[in-house]
């Protein structure tokens, strides 16, 4: 008898367990951390001190590139501004200028995007410190058949597109693609 009552015991905890999957399917990792990197789409400002004529904001183009005064087409994907600035800085050394001193900083970041079921998915632009959250209130909200604990992320890494549920409150990040999931009844 005692064999029996294990195996039933067995039964039920396995039963009970398989009902704890979740829903979501699989969840991975999407990285929240790290140094922001210019990508197509930001538009960065270079200052360069006492010379007006090299100091303007410059788009980062399909390519990767900006077009610089005297330097022409410089690669700045997947750089920080202090790598740009670095860049900049040595270009204008190399004969254009003694001393050059130059900054970099982001002027506009390039948007993010949402769809599902949202009021009005599409582009949006992005905010310094934006989470799921901001986004979806600035797409005017949830449907009413929205799934509301959770939403999943695309984001590029690398040469590689991660995806990943997350909570509302997790950061989002220039470029990614926040998709809200009907909730099933």
């Known amino acids: 008898m005692s ?3 294990l195996i039933i015991i067995v039964f039920i905890s396995l039963s009970i367990s398989a009902c704890a999957i979740s829903p979501r399917g699989n969840t991975y990792l999407v990285e929240a951390t790290g140094p922001y990197t ?19 904001n410059f788009q980062v183009g399909d390519g990767g590139t900006i077009s610089y005064p005297l330097v022409g087409q410089l690669f700045v994907r997947g750089l920080t501004t202090k790598q740009v600035t670095a860049k900049i800085s040595s ?53 009413d058949t929205a799934e509301r604990s959770f939403v999943i992320i695309y984001r590029r890494q690398g040469s590689e597109m991660i995806k990943g549920s997350v909570q509302l409150d997790f950061p989002i990040l220039p470029g990614d693609t926040i998709v809200i999931a009907d909730r099933w009844l």
């Open 38 to 56: 210019l990508d197509s789409g930001d538009e960065v400002r270079v200052i360069v001190y006492g010379d007006e004529d090299l100091t303007g």
């Open 3 to 5: 064999l029996l009552r």
């Open 91 to 143: 270009a204008l050394a190399n004969g254009y200028m003694r001393n050059p001193n130059v900054a970099v900083e982001i002027a506009t970041y390039r948007p993010f995007f949402i769809q599902g079921e949202v009021a009005q998915s599409g582009q949006y632009p992005y905010i310094y410190g934006m989470s799921a959250r901001a986004a979806i209130a600035l797409a005017g909200g949830y449907t």
